[in-house]
């Protein structure tokens, strides 16, 4: 099922991702609390993630890298804040230096993850709550590995018209 | 990639110009067409000098850009900024409508003890 909706709030800095999936609300939980499954979908193909340390449960740290088609790795951390087996998680979203650990403990994105039923499918909804424009930019510059090159048709229709 | 034509700097003073309300709707205006600083001030209900402040604003972060006409200051759309701001954002949309499409392979994948 693909994304439904995504919503960026300009005023407080959020992005929210909304998507229904085709799995009950405990299958979807185990994406995020098993860190073999999250491995597989949280980085992109050419950057597959490893995490070494995966404590899911409040006050948890854990700890990934992304390794790139050049061998190159980008490290990032997790702080679980919360967790509300299967409905609610929030966690701190940040990155890390060669060392594995945060270069700024304080820089971070907070990661809301709502799950609830929706008919006989799931709906979850990421919110990610950004500290700083400047945030914003290098969590997106992993996604830009994989290239982007569609969805520019927008702007240019609206400046056409 | 565009993305990377702007600072750090550059960035922050995007979303702090559009985290107001007004401003966006000065940005949408002048995207469908130029608009002078008076013609935006009638459709506020705020002073001149308080809309020119907001244009000013936005002129700073390159959303939009001013030209004098005459009497007038015209308000440009500053697109190749309001270009890159958007790119900004949907390459985060896209990092994760691709970690959907892996979600949706993984569960589809494993999916062998449930009924639906």
Do not use: C
């Amino acid at each position: 099922m693909p994304v439904l909706d995504t919503r960026l709030d300009t005023d407080d800095l959020t992005l929210t991702v909304v998507t229904e999936i085709d799995a009950t609300p405990e299958r979807a939980w185990q994406l995020w609390a098993d860190h073999r499954q999250l491995e597989q979908w949280w980085g992109p193909p050419t950057w597959p993630a490893t995490f070494h340390r995966h404590e899911f449960e409040p006050g948890g740290e854990s700890r990934y890298f992304m390794t790139g088609p050049d061998g190159s790795k980008g490290h990032g951390w997790f702080t679980i804040v919360e967790t509300d087996a299967p409905n609610r998680l929030v966690f701190k979203d940040g990155f890390a230096g060669d060392d594995g650990e945060p270069t700024d403990p304080e820089d971070y994105g907070t990661v809301t993850v709502t799950i609830e039923p929706a008919g006989d499918r799931t709906r979850m909804s990421v919110q990610t709550r950004f500290r700083s424009a400047e945030q914003l930019t290098a969590m997106t510059e992993m996604g830009m590995a994989e290239g982007m090159t569609e969805a520019m048709g927008q702007i240019d229709s609206l400046v056409a018209a | 990639m565009v993305v990377h034509g702007l600072s750090e700097d550059d960035a922050d003073r995007i979303f702090h110009a559009l985290a107001d309300r007004t401003r966006r709707d000065i940005v949408t205006r002048v995207l469908h067409a130029e608009q002078s600083v008076s013609d935006l001030a009638e459709r506020y209900s705020m002073s001149f000098a308080a809309v020119q402040k907001h244009v000013a604003v936005l002129e700073r972060a390159g959303l939009v850009r001013k030209v004098r006409r005459g009497r007038e200051q015209i308000v440009h759309a500053g697109l190749d900024v309001i270009h890159q701001a958007k790119s900004l954002l949907e390459s985060y949309e896209h990092l994760w409508r691709h970690r959907v499409a892996r979600i949706d392979a993984l569960l589809a994948e494993t999916d062998t003890t449930q009924g639906d």
